[in-house]
């Protein structure tokens, strides 16, 4: 998996844009504004459509904060379509597929056994370097609300203490 420092992969990927397009998008172009990657499993699954609506739910929230917001798994462009046409209802954010895997295993978080990506969260700072990554089991859904806060917490360019919130004083060193 990748690690904290490590360079984001600069591979092009197939995304479906909110307006219903695809489009092809590279990675490398995000360099110079924060980004959220986060990868899960598989579409008309159970877990996945909470995470993705609670993402969605705070989208103008990571829009706000500059940072680009990126969905991903295994599936087709065709098959997020069919999802989001047929049951998930409107993304604000592209959700990119990645039939070959090649973005998976780019990331490290292909998880073999299942041929499906974990539930992986990537944040890359505006030089394309990996800040943060979490990564969960497939039967545990995580926070897009921790995902929020951890960005604005390394964009507030300090020391910042546990369960720190925006409007919260930095840590001094002594």
């Not at 397009?21 to 909470?50: H, M, Q, S």
């Not at 379509?81 to 895997?101: C, M, N, Q, Y």
């Not at 545990?140 to 604005?152: F, I, P």
Request: charged share 20%; glycine share 10%; with cysteine.
């Amino acid at each position: 998996m990748l690690m904290i420092g490590n360079p984001t992969p600069d591979l092009e990927v197939e995304a479906l844009m909110p307006d219903g397009r695809f489009e092809r998008l590279r990675l490398g172009a995000l360099a110079g504004r924060w980004a959220v990657l986060f990868f899960y499993p598989k579409d008309f699954t159970f877990v996945c459509p909470t995470e993705i609506r609670g993402y969605e739910a705070l989208a103008s929230r990571f829009l706000e904060a500059d940072a680009v917001l990126l969905g991903a798994s295994v599936d087709s462009v065709h098959v997020h379509r069919a999802w989001v046409e047929h049951g998930l209802g409107k993304v604000s954010f592209p959700l990119i597929g990645d039939v070959t895997r090649r973005l998976a295993q780019a990331f490290g978080v292909l998880l073999d056994d299942e041929g499906v990506a974990a539930r992986a969260t990537f944040l890359l700072d505006p030089e394309g370097r990996v800040a943060s990554v979490t990564a969960n089991a497939l039967e545990v859904g995580r926070s897009a609300a921790e995902t929020l806060r951890l960005l604005q917490a390394f964009q507030a360019g300090g020391l910042t203490a546990c369960e720190w919130r925006p409007g919260d004083g930095l840590l001094v060193a002594a």
